[in-house]
Every structure is written in C-alpha cells, then in structure tokens.
C-alpha cells in the first residue's frame, strides 16, 4: 500500500459519508466536519426542518428525515443514499436517546425502546452500509460514550449506559467479523460534551462544578475538541485501525 502524503491523510474528497443524528449538537458538528474535508454528507434525524438548516447553501450537505428507531427509517435512509450516491464510503451512528429515568422508575419498555435506538439501530444500520461499501471499503464509526465505559452516578441512567456499553461490544464483533471484506469499524466515546440531551445538566452549577472536579483537565469539552478524532476514524490514515475505541474526554476514565 502506498503512503498517504501527510496534507492528504484527512482528506475525504468523493467519499460519501452517512451521519445520523444530525439535527443538532455534535451530529450537526460531524456533518460540518466531514463536509469541510471533501465528503458528500447524508444527513439524517426526525427533524426536517433543522435538518435542511444545517444544508441551506451546502450542496455536499444531503439532508433525509426518517425515524431511525424504527426499521422502515433506516432502509429508507440508506436506499436515498444509494439512490443519490450509489455507494457509502464512511457510516457515523450518532443518533441516541436517553429515557431520563432512574434504574428504579425506568420501564422495561423504556429500556427497550432505548436500546432500540442507540443499540438496533446502529447494528441495522451498519449491515445495510456494508451491503453498500464502495470498493473503497467502508468505515463505520459507532458514537458511544464514556457512560459505557464507567458509572456516572448518581447521574446517567441504565438503558442509556447498557446501550452504550453494548455499542462498544458490537464495535468489536463486527470489526471481527468484517475486517476481511474491508469494513473497518471503529467507537468514538466522548466525555462531557454539552449537547441538546444534557443541557439540564450544564444549566445547573453544581453539576458543572462536579465535571470540573473529575475530569483531569478541570473542564467540560468543547465540540470541536472531538473534530481531530472524528476525521482520524473516518480518514485514509487509520486504514490499518479497527475494532479499537477512541476515548476523548479529558482525562475523566483515567482516574
């Protein structure tokens, strides 16, 4: 294989690249991100209407709304994607939810509706990308969290944590299982990041404080803090990376 000149390594020009959750918060960031480096970025959320925002005036921006809890969303996502670009180059399972509640007031269909989203849906999502992998290959980079990786009691919750500890365990099988057909699957865990999700969080002083107080670098992150990571996963220069977890948080599982 030949060497990358270094100014190349990120670029992704004629890549196609697939976001979800792409209505706000950090989705939002990476489909900016992966647009500045060259890709053509098919956006997806519920939310139309943020979604063709953030595309206002970006022809490589390619907003499709769809339920992606629900499986006729995500086969009519990635068939408007191969409709309109015919291969996809680079998958970033973004889209979560959180259900809000404690262990002890959470339902077993909420915890199931949780996973459904932020587990399901990136495994559903994954299989059809890899039925659609350019000659390239395809890099598949799962969003997790650091709630999957440690306890953030007395906050979080247990379906979010499961599903996002579950991403990590899929991250693993699938790069397993795909490496020979060159899928490349990858997890990014960020930190505390404020987004959409967590603003309750972020609001309250204490709670802000709180981050402070754990995390090596005596802050919270900033969204473009996790840029550099997003285009090292999804670049010609981890070609040889797969199945690992990227963790971008601070120093807060360090301790």
Do not use: C
């Given at each position: 294989?030949?060497?990358?000149?270094?100014?190349?390594?990120?670029?992704?020009?004629?890549?196609?690249?697939?976001?979800?959750?792409?209505?706000?918060?950090?989705?939002?960031?990476?489909v900016e991100v992966l647009a500045a480096a060259g890709a053509t970025v098919w956006t997806s959320a519920r939310r139309d209407a943020r979604l063709r925002e953030l595309a206002a005036g970006r022809?490589?921006?390619?907003?499709?709304?769809?339920?992606?809890?629900?499986?006729?969303?995500?086969?009519?996502?990635?068939?408007?994607?191969?409709?309109?670009?015919?291969?996809?180059?680079?998958?970033?399972?973004?889209?979560?939810?959180?259900?809000?509640?404690?262990?002890?007031?959470?339902?077993?269909?909420?915890?199931?509706?949780?996973?459904?989203?932020?587990?399901?849906?990136?495994?559903?999502?994954?299989?059809?990308?890899?039925?659609?992998?350019?000659?390239?290959?395809?890099?598949?980079?799962?969003?997790?969290?650091?709630?999957?990786?440690?306890?953030?009691?007395?906050?979080?919750?247990?379906?979010?944590?499961?599903?996002?500890?579950?991403?990590?365990?899929?991250?693993?099988?699938?790069?397993?299982?795909?490496?020979?057909?060159?899928?490349?699957?990858?997890?990014?865990?960020?930190?505390?990041?404020?987004?959409?999700?967590?603003?309750?969080?972020?609001?309250?002083?204490?709670?802000?404080?709180?981050?402070?107080?754990?995390?090596?670098?005596?802050?919270?992150?900033?969204?473009?803090?996790?840029?550099?990571?997003?285009?090292?996963?999804?670049?010609?220069?981890?070609?040889?990376?797969?199945?690992?977890?990227?963790?971008?948080?601070?120093?807060?599982?360090?301790?």
């Amino acid at each position: 294989m030949t060497a990358a000149a270094p100014a190349e390594l990120f670029d992704l020009t004629g890549r196609t690249a697939v976001v979800t959750g792409a209505s706000s918060g950090l989705g939002a960031r990476f489909v900016e991100v992966l647009a500045a480096a060259g890709a053509t970025v098919w956006t997806s959320a519920r939310r139309d209407a943020r979604l063709r925002e953030l595309a206002a005036g970006r022809p490589a921006i390619r907003p499709v709304a769809a339920d992606l809890g629900t499986e006729d969303g995500r086969e009519s996502l990635v068939a408007a994607v191969r409709e309109g670009s015919g291969t996809i180059d680079l998958l970033v399972n973004n889209a979560g939810v959180d259900s809000g509640a404690k262990p002890a007031d959470e339902t077993s269909a909420g915890f199931a509706e949780v996973l459904g989203t932020n587990l399901v849906g990136p495994f559903h999502l994954a299989r059809l990308a890899a039925e659609a992998a350019g000659p390239q290959g395809l890099a598949v980079i799962n969003v997790s969290s650091i709630l999957g990786l440690v306890s953030a009691a007395p906050l979080g919750g247990a379906s979010y944590a499961a599903s996002k500890a579950g991403l990590l365990g899929l991250t693993r099988e699938l790069a397993g299982h795909w490496g020979g057909r060159g899928v490349r699957v990858n997890a990014l865990a960020p930190g505390w990041f404020r987004t959409e999700m967590n603003e309750a969080l972020f609001d309250d002083e204490r709670s802000v404080r709180w981050i402070g107080r754990n995390t090596m670098l005596g802050r919270a992150g900033e969204p473009a803090e996790l840029d550099t990571a997003l285009l090292f996963l999804a670049s010609p220069a981890t070609s040889y990376l797969t199945g690992q977890i990227l963790t971008v948080d601070g120093g807060w599982t360090a301790r």
